[in-house]
């Protein structure tokens, strides 16, 4: 106890693959390492069923059954896994303090975020009944599942067109589905998009319900197609898409950072290639400071990088 608050060398914010692997890391350093889970420990894998490329599993595994294990096995190696939701961060004295949404207070040596990000969804409720049910947030993921099936990509940026083309290795036929008269898509993948022959883009259409149909087996229902209308003549058109994919964005879950460490224009946490932000003895991992990749397993990678730099941070104050 320090100050009359549970003090512990590492606080680990977020127990997504990120934080837990942080947390197996900085517990097998020899640390007290408390992990701190919020709303949702385990993070964004609780929203699908089954992960088919996080190495280690020859068979898919459930996202719920693979967070379980990570958080057991940082228990195993002395983390203190709480579902505890971190309300607000003093990071400019030392130790650091957490204050939790249940009243409870940690201080902490160090502090590691790794609260993640949320895919933006449109928040039409058949979205969210056939959410890892054909709707999905990630092609990367969840494209395989589709071969030779037609899907759909809803968005018009980057990332969207980096989806729809992502696709096409897979899909027989990719729609792109776009509020506006013109992409945001750079004109680089606007040309790859255009050459692409299975590519149709539905310009001013937008998604206006995901349709169910197939009895889906053991998982219940799943979507079978999509309605979606031209905003500007209200034509409404079924698309025969068991593949629904949402790529209008991500939020990083960064408010309790905000004034408190530096964050880019889209609210990413800005760190150094080893994970340290501009506030030393602060780190950040995983999906809240990268805008890229967005994988379990690169979110892990990250996660044991800043327990590493965590352990040596401390190793140097105590020598100080
Ligand atoms: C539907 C879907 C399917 C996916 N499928 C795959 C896949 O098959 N393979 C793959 O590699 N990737 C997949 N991903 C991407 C993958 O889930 C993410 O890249 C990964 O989860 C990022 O890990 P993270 O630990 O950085 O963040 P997250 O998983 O977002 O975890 C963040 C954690 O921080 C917690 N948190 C946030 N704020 C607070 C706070 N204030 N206090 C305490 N805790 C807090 C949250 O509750 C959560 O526990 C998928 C994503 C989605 C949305």
């Not at 027989?172 to 945001?184: A, D, G, N, Q, T």
């Not at 506030?279 to 950040?284: K, M």
Request: hydrophobic fraction near 40%; aromatic fraction near 8%; charge should be neutral.
């Amino acid at each position: 106890m320090k100050n009359g608050n549970e003090h512990y060398q590492i606080a680990v914010i977020g127990a997504g693959p990120a934080g837990a692997t942080a947390a197996v890391y900085a517990a097998r350093g020899g640390a007290s390492v408390v992990l701190l889970g919020g709303a949702s420990p385990g993070g964004q894998l609780l929203l699908t069923t089954e992960i088919e490329n996080f190495p280690g599993f020859p068979e898919p595994v459930a996202g719920a059954d693979l967070m379980q294990n990570m958080h057991r096995q940082a228990a195993r190696l002395g983390a203190a896994v709480l579902g505890e939701e971190v309300a607000s961060v003093d990071l400019s004295r030392r130790p650091f303090v957490l204050s939790t949404a249940g009243g409870r207070s940690f201080t902490a040596s160090c502090v590691i975020a790794a609260t993640g990000a949320k895919a933006r969804w449109l928040g039409i409720p058949s979205e969210a009944r056939y959410t890892g049910k054909g709707v999905s947030g990630c092609a990367t993921c969840d494209g395989f599942f589709y071969r030779g099936k037609e899907v759909c990509v809803i968005g018009g940026g980057d990332s969207a067109a980096e989806e729809a083309l992502f696709l096409t290795k897979f899909a027989s036929r990719v729609y792109l589905i776009h509020r506006r008269e013109k992409l945001r898509a750079n004109f680089r993948l606007q040309k790859k998009l255009e050459d692409n022959a299975k590519v149709e883009i539905l310009y001013e259409h937008v998604l206006d319900e995901v349709l169910g149909g197939d009895a889906g087996g053991a998982q219940g229902e799943r979507a079978a197609a999509v309605s979606v209308r031209n905003v500007r003549t209200g034509e409404v058109r079924k698309l025969n898409t068991p593949g629904i994919f949402i790529a209008v964005g991500h939020e990083p879950a960064t408010a309790i950072f905000k004034g408190k460490l530096p964050l880019d224009d889209s609210g990413y946490i800005v760190a150094d290639g080893r994970a340290r932000t501009s506030v030393p003895g602060v780190f950040a991992a995983g999906d809240v400071t990268d805008r890229y990749y967005k994988q379990a397993v690169v979110a892990a990678g990250a996660g044991c990088k800043a327990a590493m730099e965590a352990l040596e941070y401390l190793e140097e104050a105590e020598k100080a």
